[in-house]
């Protein structure tokens, strides 16, 4: 069985970072395409950033510039590096990954917290 766990989430000051780990289990070959998403109370899940098996990477307006997404494919990792960090950006963050050779379209971890506050 796949598992996704993240982790780093945490407390931090506006204008902090913080930097996000996705740990990828179980009995899988690679990672292809993997993305950090995030969900504030009373919104929709939104992807933040996404990069593919060739690490080309793409990311939603509002953070552009500030967070870099990247990968160990030796460790089976994913990380979002938060940088410059506002208020707004408080949400829960999940990873997906898309696994090969797993039919499944793509695995969710848990989630962890992000809170930006003053």
């Known amino acids: 069985q796949v598992q996704l766990v993240e982790s780093g989430g945490g407390l931090v000051q506006p204008g902090g970072s913080l930097r996000l780990s996705c740990t990828v289990s179980?009995?899988?070959?690679?990672?292809?395409?993997a993305g950090w998403y995030r969900q504030a109370p009373g919104k929709e899940r939104e992807l933040v950033a996404a990069i593919t098996s060739g690490s080309n990477t793409n990311y939603a307006d509002s953070v552009k510039g500030r967070f870099t997404i990247s990968r160990d494919n030796a460790k089976n990792t994913v990380f979002l590096q938060m940088n410059s960090l506002k208020p707004e950006d408080t949400a829960v963050y999940y990873c997906?990954?898309?696994?090969?050779?797993?039919?499944?379209?793509?695995?969710w971890g848990q989630g962890t917290q992000v809170t930006v506050s003053s």
């Open positions: 179980g009995t899988i070959f690679s990672i292809n395409a």
């Open positions: 997906n990954a898309h696994i090969s050779p797993s039919p499944v379209g793509g695995y």
